[in-house]
């Protein structure tokens, strides 16, 4: 039986700030979602072209307090119901993850909770532990997102180990790059997976960069489209540009999935999890039809993965938190 009371004292309030979603969530320990609030501020970014730190902190700072109300409603829980306040530290934007941080430690302190700091991309992992169709470790994961293209081996649910990373851009920026130079606006993933579906792949060869060991190279195939669209003059362009979203995008999944095989096979995985902004990818998702990916809306940035890590993440007992500090990478 599900009530309130069951869950009083129970639940993880999770917040999320590190780039341009203000989101906060409430998850129960055994990983059901209560709620999942996230406020895009991705129109906002859309006229620069991509996020702008500082207007990015500026408007967490707005958002915070407001998701955080909706979150609790969603959830039916009291700030007296929670057992920990879980927050991204990082890596992330400072500006942006310090509005995050300074408000779970507020909300820990005044209620004097202990206080769990999440890293980020341990984050993007433990969506897959949620429910209704949580996976276990062990599992090899690609986390393919906006500033992250990492290979893992993921052997129990507190952490993992790296095999593979890129050594330019990540998998979403060269999305975002390459959307941007088809003038179809940021964020471009969705926007040239949904272009992608009208256009031949097969009209356009863009090299899949070959480089050492499991790690991945996008810059290379974004300059190879640079130079094709500048060959191409305006109605030309306008023409082709489903063909060259469709071929793009089909370098880019190549590449992740290729290497996902290597890795698989090097390390005798016997599973493959896919988790990230690009592991929404509809072709991504099609190419690889044995991975377990994360559910859609936990692809992209959301606080409901954070409260479900930091179910594996030591807390900090209240009031030792207060100095705790957010970090931009590592
Ligand atoms: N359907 C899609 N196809 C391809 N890429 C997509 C799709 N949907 C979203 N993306 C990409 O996912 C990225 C955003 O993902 P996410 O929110 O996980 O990244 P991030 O939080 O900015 O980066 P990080 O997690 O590395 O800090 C963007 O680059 C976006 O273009
Ligand atoms: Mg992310």
Excluded at 187 to 214: K, M, N, Q, T
């Amino acid at each position: 039986m599900e009530g309130s009371n069951q869950r009083a004292g129970r639940l993880i309030l999770g917040i999320e700030t590190s780039c341009d979603e203000t989101a906060a969530a409430v998850v129960t320990p055994d990983g059901r979602i209560l709620s999942n609030v996230i406020s895009s501020q991705a129109e906002l970014h859309a006229r620069f072209g991509g996020v702008v730190p500082e207007v990015a902190s500026r408007r967490h700072l707005e958002l915070v307090v407001p998701v955080l109300r909706e979150a609790l409603a969603e959830a039916d829980a009291e700030l007296e119901t929670l057992d920990a306040v879980a927050v991204t530290q990082g890596p992330g934007l400072v500006g942006a993850l310090l509005v995050g941080l300074s408000a779970a430690k507020a909300v820990a302190w005044a209620n004097r909770l202990p206080l769990v700091p999440v890293n980020h991309l341990h984050g993007h992992v433990a969506s897959l532990y949620l429910q209704p169709e949580p996976i276990e470790p062990p599992f090899l994961c690609l986390l393919a997102s906006g500033g992250h293209t990492l290979l893992i081996d993921v052997a129990e649910p507190g952490g993992f180990r790296v095999l593979g990373t890129t050594l330019d851009d990540a998998a979403g920026e060269a999305f975002d790059k390459g959307a941007r130079l088809l003038g179809l606006g940021y964020p471009g993933g969705a926007a040239i997976d949904r272009l992608a579906r009208e256009g031949d792949s097969g009209s356009y060869d863009f090299p899949v960069a070959r480089v050492h060991g499991l790690d991945f190279s996008f810059s290379g195939l974004k300059t190879a489209l640079l130079y094709t669209v500048r060959d191409l003059s305006e109605d030309e362009l306008e023409r082709r540009r489903a063909d060259l979203a469709a071929a793009y995008q089909r370098a880019i999944v190549r590449a992740l999935v290729a290497r996902v095989h290597e890795a698989a096979e090097q390390n005798a995985a016997s599973r493959i999890a896919v988790v990230g902004g690009v592991a929404a990818n509809s072709e991504l998702r099609a190419a690889l039809p044995e991975a377990a990916f994360a559910p859609l809306p936990l692809c992209t940035d959301n606080a409901a993965m954070i409260a479900s890590a930091a179910r594996y993440t030591e807390a900090v007992p209240f009031p030792g938190y207060l100095a705790l500090d957010a970090y931009a990478s590592g």
